[in-house]
């Protein structure tokens, strides 16, 4: 019976007192967390507290001075290139601003990388292939031939997205893809983001500061605090610690408004 | 490590096997294409894994003929779904033209392009002359830490190799000279060569092109990337002009520096041109300088010092305009900044040339 080409490890993205710091500032510091196979985890924490650093120091941009950093079982840290490589093709990335190549087309941008890996391949299939991944990704086909500096913001995410889900990934990271959207295309984002990881059977790190997206996605939450991962757990799991942030966070004004809305929709979706 | 993506037809029956992945995938869509007859089943029952591509795969085949799909679980009969929803026809590139047009086409385009940026940069000289006479009727508004930093990145630090370029061309012009004089037992007469030349014409000329390529290329790398990041704009919305705060302080600088760098550079050409007479033609430093004195007229000094502010206009114009005109993406930033070193050393020497003329015609030679 044929089924998804999904990971097989239960614990997909594994780290262990994980330190980072530029000169004086250390911003991680004893940081622990695993990521298990098919989930989302949402990853939350004040402006400037790593979120970034450490989604960098997992995918081996940020060499980190202490700790350990496991991705489907194969230590990274230290790894030659060429090692890391095959770990490489099996996780997709987008990054805060998009960072697509400018001086490429969309789908030009959504081939890169499969023309990198995998050189045997046809161009007509090529084309096939960024057509669909950029369907996926909810772009109007016009898209295509575009230029990243005639694009929106939005688009440029889900150009982006495009461009991370190219290699067909088992893993997927996202920082803060729905920052800067209007909240339909937030939502939309989000709807794309669940139905991916459904039929993809996809491990998401989604960093965010959406609670929207937290309550709407999110199968677990890791807290970061006081440089290191100060809780891990369902929504209702963290309400129930006594950490004020994390009260703060989730019962603030925002964090209300945006429980009740997930609760409305649950409630819609049972209903149905 | 499981099998590679592949399969067998018999009896109408296409029989899939394997890891029907992106890494294991092959030709297999080539073979595909080569299939003569049309299946009427697709059996996905002996494949291992299967992604976006493999589905992409059975959904082709799927869509041109009317065929059933058995042996996927649910799982897989959704992922197929939704690529069936994705396949919308996508252009990669925007259209290219055959390419007799084209060349033509670029050609006009190169025309016209030289044409707009020469307007363009008349233009701009124009803005900059506005901005300039706003700064003195607003004395208040100058600012003295920008031209302060362009000093030391433009002058101060510039010093080293132009002054090491010089004197190697003070020592290249003396033994150039002494070599071909001697022919006529008349190599003292170096001293006029190097007095004169490097003063009326190389000083100046030498270190333009240097600071063309050390400055006038910077500035428009750095302009063009503050614009692609928006950062000029975002210095507008706030009320800072771009023209007071990025521009006139590096056009001013420019334009004050390039008389006293030229300067320079003709000095340590001097020197360096004393030094060799000293060892190879035995002409002591004294007599050297008392030569230098007698030779060459004030005129040549002059020369050179009217010039070097007018190249420095024309350098720092050039760095700043085509910095100014970077739009879209990372590659525009180079094609700016070649573009304001070529205009730049293009437009200095023509001038040159134009500024000889007009000397010998009053009388300075
Ligand atoms: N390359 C760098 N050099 C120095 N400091 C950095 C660098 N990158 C990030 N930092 C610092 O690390 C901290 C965490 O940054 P980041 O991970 O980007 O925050 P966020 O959680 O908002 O994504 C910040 O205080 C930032 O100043
Ligand atoms: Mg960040």
């Not at chain 1, 098919?38 to 400037?48: A, F, H, P, Q, W």
């Not at chain 1, 959504?110 to 772009?139: F, H, N, T, W």
């Not at chain 1, 997927?172 to 794309?192: M, R």
């Not at chain 2, 003070?170 to 004169?196: K, S, T, Y």
Request: glycine share 10%; hydrophobic share 50%; aromatic share 6%.
């Amino acid at each position: 019976m044929a089924r998804l080409n999904t990971a097989d490890d239960e614990t997909v993205i594994h780290v262990e007192g994980l330190r980072n710091a530029f000169g004086e500032q250390v911003v991680h510091d004893g940081l622990d967390l695993d990521v298990k196979r098919g989930e989302i985890l949402g990853v939350v924490g004040g402006s400037g507290t790593g979120k970034s650093v450490l989604m960098r120091s997992i995918i081996g941009l940020q060499p980190p001075q202490a700790g350990v950093v496991e991705v489907f079982g194969e230590p990274m840290i230290g790894r030659e290139d060429h090692e890391a490589q095959q770990v490489r093709r099996r996780w997709g990335v987008l990054f805060q601003g998009g960072a697509l190549f400018s001086t490429l087309t969309v789908a030009e941008n959504v081939q890169v990388p499969i023309r990198e890996y995998y050189r045997q391949l046809d161009d007509q299939l090529l084309d096939e292939i960024a057509a669909y991944k950029v369907a996926m990704s909810g772009l109007p086909p016009e898209a295509g031939p575009k230029y990243p500096s005639e694009l929106s913001g939005g688009m440029k995410k889900r150009a982006g997205l495009a461009r991370a889900l190219a290699l067909d990934p088992q893993l997927l990271f996202l920082d803060e893809p729905t920052a800067g959207l209007d909240p339909i295309s937030a939502a939309a984002f989000d709807e794309l983001i669940r139905s991916l990881q459904r039929t993809l059977g996809l491990t998401v790190f989604l960093i965010t500061h959406d609670l929207d997206t937290l309550h709407a996605i999110c199968d677990r939450v890791a807290v970061l605090a006081d440089k290191r991962v100060i809780a891990v757990g369902t929504i209702p799991e963290l309400l129930a610690l006594d950490h004020p942030w994390i009260q703060e966070y989730f019962n603030g004004p925002r964090g209300r408004v945006a429980a009740e809305a997930a609760e409305r929709a649950a409630v819609k979706e049972t209903g149905e | 490590m499981t099998a590679p993506a592949d399969f067998r037809f018999d009896q109408h029956v296409l029989h899939f096997s394997g890891e029907l992945t992106l890494a294991r995938i092959g030709d297999l869509s080539r073979r595909l294409e080569a299939l003569g007859e049309a299946p009427r089943t697709i059996d996905l029952g002996e494949v291992d894994r299967i992604d976006t591509v493999g589905a992409w795969l059975v959904h082709r085949i799927a869509r041109e003929h009317d065929v059933e799909i058995v042996g996927a679980d649910a799982d897989v009969c959704q992922l197929i779904e939704q690529i069936a929803e994705a396949d919308k026809p996508l252009k990669i590139r925007p259209d290219s033209s055959p390419p007799f047009i084209r060349v033509l086409r670029e050609i006009g385009d190169a025309t016209s392009a030289a044409a707009h940026s020469l307007a363009g940069l008349i233009g701009f000289f124009g803005a900059t002359l506005i901005g300039l006479w706003g700064l003195a009727t607003h004395p208040r508004r100058f600012r003295y830490n920008a031209m302060a930093r362009q000093f030391e990145v433009v002058g101060v630090k510039a010093l080293a190799i132009i002054g090491l370029m010089s004197f190697l061309i003070g020592i290249v012009i003396a033994q150039q000279g002494a070599v071909q004089l001697r022919q006529f037992g008349a190599e003292v007469f170096a001293v006029n060569l190097i007095g004169r030349i490097t003063l009326r014409e190389l000083g100046v000329l030498m270190t333009a092109i240097m600071v063309a390529g050390r400055s006038g290329s910077a500035f428009a790398a750095q302009l063009g990337s503050m614009k692609l990041a928006e950062e000029v704009d975002a210095m507008r919305t706030i009320g800072v002009s771009p023209m007071e705060a990025l521009i006139l302080p590096r056009i001013l600088s420019t334009v004050v520096l390039m008389p006293l760098l030229g300067f320079y550079s003709a000095v340590i050409a001097i020197i360096g041109g004393g030094i060799f007479c000293w060892i190879d033609l035995d002409i002591p430093p004294i007599t050297y300088v008392q030569r230098i004195r007698e030779v060459v007229p004030m005129t040549d000094l002059w020369v050179g010092l009217i010039k070097a502010p007018v190249f420095g206009m024309l350098i720092a114009l050039c760095g700043c305009y085509q910095g100014m005109q970077v739009e879209g993406n990372a590659e525009e930033v180079g094609l700016r900044t070649t573009a304001s070193v070529v205009q730049a050393i293009f437009l200095v020497i023509v001038l040159d040339a134009v500024f000889a003329v007009f000397f010998s015609s009053i009388g300075w030679i």
